[in-house]
Every structure is written in C-alpha cells, then in structure tokens.
C-alpha cells in the first residue's frame, strides 16, 4: 500500500513508456503459456497430457504417484496462463489509468496557469501573478482564495486518484506473487476486480477483528490501521457492504456504540481526534453500502430500522443507554445514504419520537458520547438525520413533502420539523440553554431547494431538461414557498438560531425567480413581457408574489451576513441579466433598472435593521453603517468586471456560505454563477476601520450612497460599452435613482426612526 499521496512531480516524471512494455511483454507470455496449456495447431500440450494420462492403464505405485503428478503438473499450467492473465489485466488497466491520470494534471495545470495559479512539483497551488510590465499593460487577474481553493481540491483529487491506481495495482500484483512455489487461477480478471477483491478482503479482516470484542481496548496503532482501511475503501462497494452485512444491522450499530463510548467514558486526546475521523469514514462507508439492493444489504437496512428504538446501554449490567436511532443518525453525517433507507430511515425515526407516551423530548434523553469530537448535549438523533438529507437533495425533497403522525396530528414533515403547527416538532436545547440543530435542518431544506448538497464545493444547477427534471424543479420551487412563507420576519428567523445562512444561500440560488416576483408593480407584468425579459419559461422561475418576496428578503436582509449573501447574489444576478439581453439596449436597460430596485430593497432593509439594533447607541450604529458602506464599495470594486458588469469572482466577508450558486440560467452565461468568501475582505475591512469622529455623523447617508453608487455600477459599465451620450446616461441615472428609490419604498417600514 502506497504510503503517501503521489506528488505532482512523480506523476508528471512517470515512465508510462516502461509500463506500456511491461504490458507488451505479458501479453506475449500470455500467448505462449496458454499454448502450453491448451495447445493449439496441434502442438502438444499439457492438457494432452493430463488427458492422455487420465486414460491411461497405470499399474502399481505410477497408478497414484504417477498419474497424479502429470495431472497436477498439467493443472500447474493452467494456473500460470490464468496468473498471467492477471498481471497483463492489471498491468493494462494500471498503464490506462496512469495515462488518464497525467493528461488530466498536464490540463489542470495548463488551464491554472491561464488564471495566474501555479502548481508546484508537491502539488501545492499558489498565486502567480506577472508584474505590470510584464503583462504588456494589460489588465491582470489576481487569484481570489475561492479559486485559490477550488484549484487546490482539482489536484489534490487528480493526485489522490493517481495513488489510487498504484495502491491497488501493487497490492494485486503482490498478491499474484505471494507464492514462490504454486500459481492461482483466482487472480483478478481487471484493476477494478482487483479493487472489489482486495476490498471484501479487508472487510472480512475488520469483520473478524470486531468479533474478537473489547474494540474499546483497541490501540491508538491499531484504531489508525482501521481508519486507514475506511478512507482507501469507503468508496468500494465490495468493502462497504461486505463490512456492513458481515457485522448485520445490530453489530453495526453495538460496534460504533462500544468504540464511541466506551464503560470509562468518552475517549481523549489524539485518540479522539482520530475517532472523529473513523466516524467520519465509517459514515461514508455505510452511505456507499446503502445503495445496493442485494437480499443481504436489503435485510441490514431493515434490522437497523427495526432497532431504532432498541437500547445500547454501555454497560450490561445497566439497560440503559442510546437507542439505535441515536447511535445511527451519528454515523450520517457524511455521504449520500440511498433515497429509500433515507425516506424508510426517517418516517419510522419520527413516527416513535411522535409516538412516544409524554413529552418525545424524553425519547432521546441520553448524553452517552457518540459524536467526535464530543459536544456533551443530548443526542437527537434528527440532527444527523437532516445532515444525510443535506447531502441527497433527491431524498431531502422527497422527505418535505411526507408525513408523519395519525389522524389530527398527521403535520406534513417539513411542518413539524420547522415548527408550523399545532403539535410541531420542538428542537432540544444544549447545556447553555440555546436549540440545537436549526443549521442542520437548514442543511436539509439547502438540499431540497436547491437540488444539490449543502456543502457541494462546486455546485451547479440541476438540469431540466426531461419531464421529470422540470418536476423536480417545480417541486423545489414550492418548497421555495413554504420556506418564505414560514420565515417570513426577522423574528421567525432569529427564534431558531443557525438557520440564517442556510435561508440567505436558498435565497442566493433563486434569486431569479425572486426578480421576476417583484417585476408585476401593480400587475404590469404581463403588458410588460416580464415573460421575456427573465426568459421565465425557460429557467421554470416562480412568481411567488411581491409582498410575500419582499417580506422574506427584508428578513434576510436585518442580518449583516445574510444581506451580504443575498446583496451579493443579486450584483451577480443583475449584471447576467443585463448580459443576457444581447444587442437589446433597451430590455438590458430595463433589466438594470430593475436591478436598482431589487437593491434599494435590500439596502433599505439593512439600514432599518441597523437603526433598530442600535437604536439606542449612536456610536455602535454609526460604525455599522460605515461597515455596511465600505462593504458595498469593496463588492463594487472586487466583484463587477468591465463592460456589461458582469462578476468574474465576487468576494463575500467570512461567515457567510462558502459557496452560493446563482441561477443566470441563460447560455451566454452557463448555468450558475458562484459567490465566495475569501479572508482578503476581512483583512480589508481592519484596515479600513472609521473613528467614530465627526465624520461618522454622515454615516447613514455615505452607507445609502455606496449602495446606489453599487448598484448603478453595472448600468453604467453598460452606457461606457455602449457608447451613450451624456444626455442618454443623464436620463438613465434618473431612472436608476427612481428604480433605486422606489426599491427602497417598498421595504420600508418605519420612516421616522428619529436618527
């Protein structure tokens, strides 16, 4: 087993040429041992002899001792032909892999490059930036950190995938040679066989050590070798079902119980640290298992269901302990476990918290450690449970729209468990008294709205292009709605604390159809081709009305980090709308106008939320809305590009989602534009602190005037690309500051603040 991750320069100074010879020389030997093994054109071979010596009338000691050595001698060298054929399988799968490996590093890096990223030979990426004079003059792109990162996970998978190949490549070869003194026709037909092979091998290594019991007394040494064996095979069907099913639905669940938690009590130090990454792996590993049907896995997945409500208690001698929910929604919070064990897995987990006689909170009353690295709080098994419907947005939309619960106390799932209702679902709280699990939830309702993943590193916008993929589409937008709908004030939304980012991001993913709400002012949308101008047929948008999208986004925007999400996706969005409009001056206008307005909105709300926090502090407000205003003139200077303004790489303050995907939905475009956070802002911000002196007296006006001063800076990209005459960019600046104005009128709550 390969002990490090290739580096970039061993894959690059790989010798493919070696290999492919290697591949060459075996694939002869192949031929000729298969001729001494079976013959052909009539040579003779050693199945002639082995046919020859079978009929044969031997007498004496030759009828044994003979006759069994020519057979066996023949059998030998059938065996050699098959173990060649192995070697050539692995030796030609390993040379096509090796190959795909280093075309796809020789691309990475060529195509980093044109980005000013480079590589160096451990395969570490950093900014390369040429000098002014040696870009000729012109202008020069700066690597954000989101690029920075993103190019850093592109290699990293190349390479891990390359270490790969050679990991199993060599074990199979090693595995070929183990025998000085015998062949085997049980070798592995190609690289992936071998993989599949040496995966229900270490399964049942693994199988067999658990079974020896006391996996609490496990070594530091032997817990890595397990972990290790998790990360290389999590992703291997043959590992990850044959380790599961060899346990069964009870042995899994009492191993992480026994490993997790252990008579003396949560575990400590490094050992820790390194359980926290075994549960990580294990997870994953279950979620690869999940996804196959086989008779054996189909009864793993029911065993571990009907143990939901059976207890684990620590100790034997004490019945009490976490039930098989609990100790199951800990191992879900990596990985995408299967639609139907995820649906199964859920109804049935809140059926008996529902269920449950008295208060359903006393359901999950238990703090045995299962959870690395330790919180202490109550384990709820719902809080991993929405982590695994944040990583199947298939399975989390499903689940939303199900329900759970007899008669009058039947609530639609997504009902009980945002708390809508009479009987909805009330969430624990940690040892400070604060709920826990909001984000988690908001995690699932990412997942479910917006069609991929909630911590997808490069998401991209589900396609909708089949019946049914436009379904899907529909259905997310009507969960769209019932999320605004249920989180319609700032108050809702601060009641259940950590959800605020999850609703930014959902807003940032469909900001489009929030545009297109707020384009029918007084129902003149349709006279107006509002149709047209958002191509709303054509990316599915949704009107979901114009009061209820401003209350929504007036309630996002109260919150500095969400208003910066949404703020944000809109600059984006509003500058691909231009964009999109093609030659079409006046619907491009149009959409920039329309974009003016969507930020007065959202400006306005801000301000009013900062005039509500410190209402009673001037100087705390007054250093607020200075922050806002060099925040807004720091998006406009990072994030809008030349010509028609559209983003190249738009820069958001730490705390905000690392990645929002924006849905242009127009061809010139692609399908999503990304905003991310890069710790250049904060930086940035530090350094461009205000004393609170006279000048902060201004600060409201000079926080509304980078607003617009943002807003407008698309617009007026345009009229320099376009050639405009003052008079024309006089005239479009009226509209804007009217558009901009009237925006903000329509989130405004409250006029006299008296500051």
Not at 50 to 76: I, L
Not at 142 to 151: G, N, Q
Not at 320 to 330: D, E, H, I, K, Y
Not at 357 to 363: I, Q, R, S, T
Request: hydrophobic share 35%; charged share 25%; no cysteine.
């Amino acid at each position: 087993m390969a002990a490090d991750t290739l580096t970039a320069q061993e894959l690059t100074d790989l010798r493919l040429g070696t290999l492919n010879t290697a591949v060459s020389d075996w694939k002869t030997m192949v031929g000729r041992l298969e001729r001494l093994a079976t013959g052909s054109d009539g040579e003779l071979s050693a199945a002639d002899l082995e046919k020859k010596a079978n009929a044969a009338d031997w007498k004496g000691v030759n009828a044994t001792v003979s006759r069994e050595f020519v057979t066996k001698t023949a059998a030998q060298f059938a065996d050699a032909a098959a173990a060649a054929k192995s070697v050539l399988a692995v030796l030609r799968d390993a040379h096509s892999a090796f190959k795909q490996h280093k075309e796809d590093l020789r691309t990475a890096i060529d195509e980093l490059a044109k980005n000013n990223i480079y590589v160096n030979g451990n395969g570490k990426v950093a900014a390369s930036v040429p000098s002014g004079a040696a870009a000729g003059g012109a202008d020069i792109h700066k690597p954000t950190a989101a690029e920075l990162d993103a190019a850093q996970s592109r290699i990293t998978k190349i390479l891990w995938e390359a270490t790969e190949t050679d990991r199993i490549a060599a074990r199979a070869l090693r595995q070929l040679a183990k025998n000085k003194y015998d062949f085997t026709d049980q070798g592995p037909d190609s690289l992936k066989d071998a993989d599949r092979e040496q995966g229900k091998a270490d399964a049942e290594y693994w199988r067999k050590e658990i079974g020896k019991g006391n996996v609490d007394e496990w070594s530091k040494e032997k817990l890595a070798r397990f972990n290790e064996a998790l990360e290389n095979q999590r992703d291997n069907p043959g590992f990850t079902e044959a380790f599961a099913t060899g346990l069964g639905g009870d042995g899994t669940l009492q191993f992480w119980r026994d490993l997790a938690s252990p008579p003396g009590g949560a575990v400590e130090g490094d050992k820790a640290k390194l359980l926290a990454q075994v549960q990580d792996n294990l997870s994953m590993s279950l979620a690869n298992a999940s996804h196959s049907d086989s008779p054996a896995m189909e009864a793993w997945k029911k065993d571990v269901i009907a143990a939901g409500g059976k207890p684990f208690p620590v100790d034997p001698a004490m019945p009490m302990g976490p039930n098989g929910f609990q100790v199951m929604s800990s191992l879900m919070g990596k990985g995408k476990f299967d639609d139907d064990f995820l649906h199964d897995y859920g109804t049935a987990m809140l059926k008996y918290e529902r269920e449950y006689p008295g208060d359903p909170k006393v359901a999950w009353r238990d703090t045995t450690t299962l959870t690395y690295p330790p919180t202490g709080n109550l384990n709820d098994p719902v809080v991993g449970f929405m982590d695994a419907l944040g990583h199947n947005p298939e399975a989390s939309l499903d689940f939303f729209n199900g329900s759970t619960g007899q008669g009058d106390d039947k609530l639609s799932n997504f009902d009980y468990l945002v708390g809508h209702g009479k009987d909805a679902r009330e969430w624990p709280v940690d040892d400070d008294g604060k709920p826990i699990g909001y984000n988690n939830l908001g995690h699932a309702l990412e997942s479910a709205t917006l069609g991929y993943p909630y911590d997808d590193q490069n998401p991209h916008i589900p396609p909708t292009k089949t019946e049914a993929q436009i379904q899907a589409r529909e259905d997310r937008l009507d969960l769209v709605s019932k999320v605004m709908g249920n989180y319609n004030s700032a108050d809702e939304i601060d009641k259940q604390d950590g959800i605020r980012d999850s609703l930014a991001k959902i807003a940032a993913g469909h900001i489009d159809s929030f545009n297109y709400s707020m384009a029918d002012w007084g129902g003149s949308g349709e006279l107006g081709d509002r149709k047209g101008l958002f191509n709303a047929d054509g990316s599915h948008l949704r009107d979901f009305g114009g009061p209820e999208t401003i209350d929504f986004l007036r309630a996002l925007a109260s919150d500095e980090d969400s208003y910066e999400t949404v703020s944000t996706a809109q600059q984006v969005y509003g500058s691909s709308l231009m964009a999109a409009q093609g030659d079409n001056r006046d619907d491009a206008l149009d959409a920039g106008l329309h974009s003016m307005s969507m930020h007065g909105l959202l400006d306005q709300a801000r301000t009013e939320a900062i005039g509500h926090q410190y209402g009673e502090d001037e100087t705390a407000r007054n250093k607020a809305l200075e922050k806002q205003a060099e925040w807004r003139k720091f998006v406009a200077g990072a994030a809008i590009g030349v010509g028609v303004g559209v983003a190249s790489g738009v820069v958001v303050p730490a705390g905000v989602a690392a990645a929002v995907a924006v849905p242009l939905g127009f061809e010139t475009l692609g399908s999503a534009g990304q905003t991310v956070m890069g710790t250049q802002t904060i930086d940035w911000l530090q350094n461009n602190e205000y004393n609170n002196d006279q000048e902060a007296i201004d600060s409201i006006q000079k926080a509304k005037d980078r607003g617009a001063q943002n807003a407008m800076t698309p617009l007026l990209n345009y009229a320099d690309d376009e050639h405009m005459t003052p008079h024309q960019v006089r005239e479009l600046t009226l509209k804007a500051q009217a558009a901009y104005s009237a925006g903000g009128d329509q989130s405004d709550t409250d006029d006299a603040r008296g500051w």
